[in-house]
Every structure is written in structure tokens, then in C-alpha cells.
């Protein structure tokens, strides 16, 4: 999805040290990643294993957001997903680690880079999915805006106690 002044494209490698001081500098305006400082390097939370894509927005020759999909695994999240669609979890995609620059909040950046995997995951012929805390309520906002549905709720090892349960959520086919 083009956005009127910023361009998407694939991550690079040469991306993440400037994605990881962006996710410092957005933490304190999201909330996101909860559980901060993290116990290991930000680019390892940034790229994650079984990564099938990932892209960032950049704008005025500065990266301002990133997301990327990945495959679904077992677990928890799995579970509620799968029993929620109706669906194995192959035929899913979990759009993961969608961020953007506080600086360049409100100007579509991040609902372009929520479309850009979305096509992907609707190209590759699976179901988009996610998880978002419940606190973070400008993102729950996005999501139920483009049309996601909550189809369960729970609490993940890396949420804090004093947390609401984590929803889980899914982008009906006719949707998105």
C-alpha cells in the first residue's frame, strides 16, 4: 500500500541498528515491547526465527516503522488462533513486530505497513493473524478498524501480571 510520503521495502540487514534505537526511542509513547529493557539484544526481537518476510517505511530518507509475517508454530498462541479460525496452522501468518517511529505516528505508516503484510500473507494463501496487548489501545484501535476479529484471549509467558490478557486475533478472508 503506497503511502502519500513514505516508501515500504524489504528490511535489510543493514536496517536493524537504526530499527533498534527507534524501538527505544517509540517505547516510551507505545508501550511496546512490554517487557523492557529486553534480556537480549533489540535486533534478535526485531528479526525473529521463522521470519518469512520483513519490511520497513521510510521516510524523508529515514526509517520510520517495520513489520514483518511469520509462520505459526505450536503453542499457546497456535492453539487459540487454530480454535479460533477454524483453521491449521499452516494456513496461517502472524504479522509480528509492527512498530512505528513516535515521530512519524499519524501519517499512515503504520496502516500501510499492516497492509503490506496482509497482501503477503493473503498472496502466500493463509489466513493473517496477530496478538496485541490490550493496553495498547491505539494498535487494538487499528486492528479492529481494518476489520480483525478477536478470536480468543491469553497470557503469554512474557506478559506482565498486572496486564490485561492478550488478545488474539484473525483477518476474516473477506476482509483486508
Same mark, same amino acid.
Given at each position: 500500500?503506497?503511502? %502519500?510520503?513514505?516508501?515500504?521495502?524489504?528490511?535489510?540487514?543493514?536496517?536493524? !541498528? =537504526?530499527?533498534?534505537?527507534?524501538?527505544?526511542?517509540?517505547? %516510551?509513547?507505545?508501550?511496546? %515491547?512490554?517487557?523492557?529493557?529486553?534480556?537480549?539484544?533489540?535486533?534478535?526481537?526485531?528479526? &525473529?526465527?521463522?521470519?518469512?518476510?520483513?519490511?520497513?517505511?521510510?521516510?524523508?530518507?529515514?526509517?520510520?516503522?517495520?513489520?514483518?509475517?511469520?509462520?505459526?508454530?505450536?503453542?499457546?498462541?497456535?492453539?487459540?488462533?487454530? =480454535?479460533?479460525?477454524?483453521?491449521?496452522?499452516?494456513?496461517?501468518?502472524?504479522?509480528?513486530?509492527?512498530?512505528?517511529?513516535?515521530?512519524? &505516528?499519524?501519517?499512515?505508516?503504520?496502516?500501510? #505497513?499492516?497492509?503490506?503484510?496482509?497482501?503477503?500473507?493473503?498472496?502466500?494463501?493463509?489466513?493473517?493473524?496477530?496478538?496485541?496487548?490490550?493496553?495498547?489501545?491505539?494498535?487494538?484501535?487499528?486492528? &479492529?478498524?481494518?476489520?480483525?476479529?478477536?478470536?480468543?484471549?491469553?497470557? !503469554?509467558?512474557? #506478559?506482565?501480571?498486572?496486564?490485561?490478557?492478550?488478545?488474539?486475533?484473525?483477518?476474516?478472508?473477506?476482509?483486508?
Amino acid at each position: 500500500m503506497p503511502l %502519500p510520503d513514505a516508501r515500504i521495502r524489504a528490511r535489510t540487514p543493514d536496517d536493524l !541498528p =537504526a530499527l533498534a534505537e527507534m524501538l527505544a526511542a517509540q517505547r %516510551p509513547y507505545s508501550g511496546y %515491547p512490554q517487557r523492557w529493557p529486553l534480556p537480549f539484544p533489540a535486533e534478535d526481537f526485531i528479526r &525473529r526465527d521463522g521470519e518469512d518476510a520483513a519490511w520497513v517505511a521510510d521516510l524523508d530518507a529515514e526509517v520510520v516503522g517495520h513489520v514483518s509475517v511469520c509462520g505459526v508454530g505450536t503453542g499457546m498462541e497456535a492453539d487459540l488462533w487454530t =480454535a479460533g479460525t477454524g483453521r491449521g496452522a499452516e494456513e496461517l501468518a502472524a504479522v509480528s513486530v509492527l512498530f512505528v517511529a513516535h515521530t512519524a &505516528r499519524g501519517r499512515g505508516v503504520g496502516s500501510g #505497513l499492516l497492509a503490506t503484510a496482509v497482501e503477503a500473507i493473503r498472496a502466500s494463501g493463509r489466513t493473517p493473524v496477530l496478538d496485541v496487548v490490550q493496553e495498547t489501545t491505539a494498535a487494538v484501535e487499528l486492528y &479492529r478498524r481494518t476489520g480483525w476479529e478477536v478470536v480468543g484471549e491469553g497470557r !503469554p509467558w512474557w #506478559l506482565p501480571a498486572d496486564h490485561l490478557p492478550v488478545l488474539f486475533m484473525a483477518l476474516p478472508d473477506d476482509r483486508g
